[in-house]
């Protein structure tokens, strides 16, 4: 079925608000949980709201938790999220650190005791429509081998690099496995295999069966032995420096995913950088990489986040695509 965004983000916010939400801030959760699925990303959209009220009613997420300050220096602070919503601490943090590199020319803020932010993206366009640059990343409970192993004891742990472009933001968004859990979970709700191996399954063969991997819990790493030790990096940046949970910290944890850590950097470059200067060469490098010759397998070459604005005019125009079961889920909550 396809949904228009107004109804979709109107019975989610009545959602939140029956199960304790107070309105202002279920109208923004329910709102980025919405845009999500109209700009295309719909396995961390309405997909998985279901999942969040579930998380409410279990304590894991806490609607009246608010982010608190706890320490800074210069352009630097820590945030604990106190459980509270992820979406809303993240938006917070972001917040933070574009108001810091406004002062200093560069902003970071570490949170911990935070949920699971959905789109990663969305803090990476916060901070371009504010005219800065960013890098967020988080860590997860244990959901990926290292290279070599067969346990889980790294996250995939997504990357976010985002920059300003007035012909539309260049963002990359990335789980350090070749696909998200979410990813997998559409494509086995859709009855499709991945289009190259995702993982392994219990048996120890590569597969491109999504369900047989969620089974396994074995994802492939991005680059293999490269994404392995770059997610373990991240968790080691996040946890560290915001004084939170690490991976293995999280999977400690009673119930469902929760407590991970984050971080949240913006770049105010326009106090180095003319307008101008920047615009040029964001023109030249998108220019030149559009002029890439297609092999036989490609349909079109597009930059990081072209197809973010293609998706979200056709939805604008004939509404979100909704899975029948994922919305009827939805509304007997």
Not at 168 to 190: C, P, T
Not at 196 to 201: M, P
Not at 272 to 299: C, I, M, N, R, Y
Request: with cysteine.
């Amino acid at each position: 079925m396809r949904l228009p965004f107004d109804e979709v983000k109107e019975v989610m916010k009545g959602k939140l608000m029956a199960h304790g939400c107070e309105e202002k801030k279920a109208d923004k959760v329910a709102h980025e949980v919405a845009r999500n699925s109209l700009e295309g990303t719909y396995t961390h959209g309405i997909n998985r709201f279901a999942r969040l009220i579930r998380n409410m009613d279990e304590g894991i997420v806490r609607p009246e938790a608010e982010p608190e300050i706890i320490n800074r220096f210069g352009a630097l602070e820590q945030v604990d999220g106190h459980l509270g919503f992820g979406i809303t601490n993240a938006w917070f943090c972001m917040d933070e650190a574009i108001r810091l590199a406004s002062e200093n020319g560069i902003g970071m803020v570490a949170l911990r005791n935070t949920n699971h932010w959905l789109r990663a993206a969305t803090y990476g366009y916060q901070a371009c429509e504010a005219g800065m640059a960013a890098i967020c990343f988080t860590n997860t409970m244990p959901n990926m081998p290292t290279w070599g192993a067969v346990d889980s004891r790294i996250g995939n742990n997504p990357l976010v690099f985002a920059f300003p472009r007035k012909e539309g933001h260049l963002i990359v968004d990335m789980a350090m496995s070749q696909f998200s859990y979410g990813a997998l979970e559409l494509a086995r709700l859709q009855g499709r295999e991945m289009q190259i191996d995702a993982g392994f399954d219990k048996d120890g063969h590569l597969t491109k069966d999504p369900d047989a991997v969620i089974k396994s819990r074995r994802t492939l790493p991005t680059g293999y032995w490269k994404g392995a030790a770059l997610s373990f990096m991240l968790d080691v940046f996040a946890s560290t420096i915001s004084m939170g949970n690490t991976v293995a910290g999280a999977g400690r944890l009673e119930g469902d995913e929760h407590g991970v850590s984050q971080m949240f950097l913006a770049i105010d470059y326009q106090k180095l950088v003319p307008e101008e200067v920047a615009e040029k060469t964001l023109e030249e490098v998108v220019a030149d990489l559009l002029a890439s010759t297609k092999d036989e397998h490609t349909d079109r070459i597009v930059y990081p986040g072209q197809r973010k604005q293609e998706i979200k005019e056709d939805n604008l125009k004939n509404h979100i695509p909704v899975d029948d079961g994922v919305w009827e889920e939805i509304l007997k909550l």
